[in-house]
């Protein structure tokens, strides 16, 4: 399991390593670059399954969305 994932803003393009959480999803995020706040796009379960570049751990493992 991959543990750290590279979030990339969709407003500014700021890109940031980030340590996933591996028991609790991770909802909002906000932009270091241009401080807009992150939410998942509709059918993902976590800002890192949608703007990282190594989807949430649940995921990775093959136990679905860990939105619940």
């Known amino acids: ?3 750290e994932s590279t979030i990339t803003c ?3 393009g700021h890109q940031k390593t980030e340590t996933m959480p591996t028991d609790a999803c991770q909802w909002f ?3 270091e670059g241009c401080r807009t ?3 998942p796009k509709p059918g993902d379960c ?3 399954c ?3 570049d190594v989807p949430c751990p649940p995921i990775q493992q093959g136990n679905g969305c ?3």
């Open 46 to 48: 976590c800002v890192f």
């Open 50 to 52: 949608s703007y990282g």
């Open 1 to 3: 399991m991959i543990a």
């Open 37 to 39: 706040r992150l939410k």
């Open 66 to 68: 860990c939105s619940g």
């Open 29 to 31: 995020y906000e932009c």
């Open 10 to 12: 969709p407003e500014c």
